[in-house]
């Protein structure tokens, strides 16, 4: 049931220091295992009944330090490792954490001064701003598109909820490529890390009715027959157009190609087969 259908992770307040939290307790705890167990047969043969610091009984070598020197390249060597191949992982926190951020900055959201009182009586009170309320928003990651669902309740910032197509794209340094309206909720979808999801120009395949285009974008032509192509100069429009003519030539379409301006520069399409295999000769 739709109901029950996974929407992502709730973004929260707390998560504004998401990616420092996440490190520091991962990278902490890797930390001290490593030094445990690199002086684990020192920890083993002290005395820990009779140990008393103020004595300096357990005092730091020569090896300690090195053994210090080795956790602290390990926890560097792992935290590389970790956003080199765990790229997406990486990058699902810090968008977590830069929407929590967008949150709390544009003041999206209700709190409330609550009074604290000091431990001394005679200091007077402190005040801390408590959240209330905040804007329920999930965010998703799925086969290389971000689903980012913002709850409608028809509030004071319903208008800065439905208008989040400028921030997330700037912020989050992705493509918008669907809006949808849904009964109580907004759901933007983008397009996720787009260089690294580009295909050569072979790789551009037309099956059931549709045109890959990246890796994780697919135009279903046969559904959405209509299509804009723009952009400035030298941006590779007519490279994107011979594309698309050379790959529905491969499934046997019948293509009708219409210049009506007198002035622009012409491209006529000859087939040739050599080899068992279509080729394409473009002539000016």
Known sequence: MALFKYKGNRIRASDQHLVYRFCMSALILLFLCIVVLLNLKQIVHTDWENFN???MEFSLSSYNFITIL???GVCALVAFLYVRFCYDSFKKMVHRQKLARMIL???WYEAEQTKQNGFFTDLPSS???KIVWFPKIYYQMKDGL???QCEISMGKYQEQLLNLEDKLESGLYCEMTDKVLHDGYIEYTLLYDMVANRISIEEVKAEHGGLKLMKNLIWEYDALPHALIAGGTGGGKTYFLLTIIETLLQTNAV????DPKNGAKRFYLKRVDIAQSTKFVLEN
């Open 146 to 148: 971000l689903h980012i």
């Open 70 to 72: 080795i956790a602290a």
């Open 255 to 258: 293509l009708f190609i219409l």
């Open 127 to 129: 005040s801390k701003e």
């Open 53 to 55: 610091l103020s004595k």
């Open 105 to 107: 900055e544009n003041k």
